[in-house]
């Protein structure tokens, strides 16, 4: 894959938006939507089923879920309909400074990035991607799982 291609996928702060479950153009998206179909009116097996495996008695909460996911329309990071439920600096300072990721930043590592749980991920991430480039990055996260 092509930096401009990356680039869709991955956000400035490397995270991988195309894994994620509210991403327009995910697989999490096109997986749901896919299992939704095949399921088609599985409800009422459902009910058969939890005599046996009480677990199929939450069948409708779980296909809500899944129709949840089905309707991913966030943009990523960079886009203008992005939907992240996570306030970050990061998704308007790359902009502010011309980057493409924070690594590149002369900044960098800044203060921006307050939280300390998402501060400790940045930092891991953007020495990861300066040590190795962005391409084969990008290779090494899409083998892992998201969350």
Excluded at 101 to 124: A, I, S
Aim: aromatic share 10%; net charge positive.
């Amino acid at each position: 894959m092509n930096y401009n291609d990356i680039l869709k996928h991955l956000a400035p702060c490397g995270l991988d938006c195309n894994r994620c479950a509210g991403f327009e153009g995910g697989e999490i998206k096109e997986l749901s939507t896919r299992l939704l179909e095949l399921l088609g009116n599985y409800d009422r097996l459902a009910k058969i089923m939890s005599t046996k495996t009480p677990a199929f008695s939450n069948f409708t909460e779980f296909k809500e879920i899944l129709d949840s996911f089905s309707k991913g329309s966030c943009g990523g990071c960079r886009a203008d309909n992005c939907s992240c439920p996570v306030n970050c600096a990061v998704r308007t300072c790359f902009k502010e400074k011309g980057i493409d990721f924070c690594f590149q930043c002369q900044d960098y590592p800044c203060n921006k990035q307050e939280n300390p749980m998402l501060r400790q991920r940045w930092l891991e991430k953007n020495d990861r991607m300066r040590e190795i480039g962005v391409t084969s990055y990008y290779e090494e996260q899409r083998k892992l799982p998201r969350y």
